[in-house]
């Protein structure tokens, strides 16, 4: 069974940072792209970053470039998004997911609250 | 392009068939994926490619597309199916991701 689990959400204040982790299990991790996807609470969804099967190439959306960097850890199935100078627009339900053109693997989110 | 236009809402009476569409320059060049959300749970992948849907996925879900425009159909609507949905694609550029605005749709 493919899983994705989240984690390292949380409260903020604005400007700081966060790290969020992915645990992948049940697909072999180092054959996909991974994804960060972001839902504003109610709202729609928004692709954060993504990184390649290695982890050399990385591609940012326009909101986060600069202030966000992702990377992975194939020994330990695991992928990461390092948030900085946090915003309060930055607020929402994180996703950690695979394949999202192809296979479709998605976690459950992790919340992040950027707020004073 | 770097958007997905979707209508925001539409609603049909159990049984029928809806259509739901997605509008970009993107979609000249890429076939679109589309997502089933439920509330409080995550998307799940319903079609990709086009025409491929993932084990689980009933046949009464299928795709199509024309120019910059897409659409998926869903014939005999269950309750079920009550959700958002969300078209995915590159932009033209084939280096960034877009998400659609979603489209709720309410079973009748």
């Known amino acids: 069974e493919v899983q994705l689990v989240e984690s390292g959400g949380g409260l903020v204040q604005p400007g700081g940072s966060l790290r969020l982790s992915c645990a992948a299990s049940g697909f072999i991790f180092r054959s996909y792209w991974m994804y960060w996807v972001r839902q504003t609470p109610g709202k729609g969804l928004e692709w954060v970053a993504d990184i390649n099967q290695d982890g050399s190439q990385m591609t940012y959306g326009d909101s986060v470039r600069g202030r966000f960097t992702i990377s992975r850890d194939n020994a330990k199935n695991s992928l990461f998004l390092q948030m900085n100078s946090l915003r309060a627009d930055d607020t929402a339900l994180y996703y950690c997911?695979?394949?999202?053109?192809?296979?479709?693997?998605w976690g459950q989110g992790t919340l992040v609250t950027v707020s004073s | 392009s770097s958007e997905l236009t979707q209508d925001p809402a539409v609603s049909v009476a159990l049984g029928q068939a809806v259509r739901i569409t997605c509008q970009g320059d993107s979609l000249r060049i890429y076939y679109p994926t589309w997502y089933q959300q439920k509330s409080g749970q995550a998307p799940v992948l319903v079609i990709h490619g086009n025409k491929y849907r993932p084990s689980g996925i009933p046949d009464r879900f299928a795709a199509s597309g024309s120019g910059d425009t897409a659409s998926l159909t869903i014939t005999e609507v269950q309750a079920e199916d009550e959700a958002v949905y969300y078209c995915n694609s590159r932009d033209s550029s084939g280096v960034r991701w877009l998400f659609g605005g979603g489209t709720k749709l309410t079973v009748l």
């Open positions: 997911a695979g394949g999202i053109a192809t296979s479709g693997y």
